[in-house]
């Protein structure tokens, strides 16, 4: 998953401003500091076209803000995640 995880960052990271990623072995964390960004994810990424079964992502969590008072700071807007397919889901990135 290491290298998965990696093209996975640098797609975020190229397209979505200042972001943060965590590879959780069986999960990915993205953390956004720009509201922008994580508007953009959830709108293209997690529910293309309103439709949450042509995301390139599966058991998608948004992270709540109570939830956050129990961790370390976050930026702002957070996700976790499972990728379903990797190559989709660089290519929406790409695509920003």
């Known amino acids: 998953m290491t290298q998965q995880f990696e093209e996975i960052k640098n797609a975020f990271q190229d397209n ?4 943060k990623l965590i590879d959780q072995k069986i999960a990915i964390i993205v953390e ?3 509201e922008e960004d994580a508007e953009w994810f959830e709108n293209n990424i997690i529910y293309p076209e309103g439709n949450m079964e042509k ?9 709540s803000e ?3 008072k129990f961790a370390e700071p976050f930026y702002g807007r957070t996700y976790t995640f499972e990728v379903k ?3 989709e889901l660089i290519h929406k990135l790409n695509e920003r």
């Open 55 to 63: 995301s390139p992502l599966k058991h998608v969590m948004k992270v």
């Open 66 to 68: 109570e939830s956050k």
């Open 32 to 34: 956004f500091k720009n």
């Open 85 to 87: 397919n990797k190559d």
């Open 16 to 19: 979505c401003g200042e972001c």
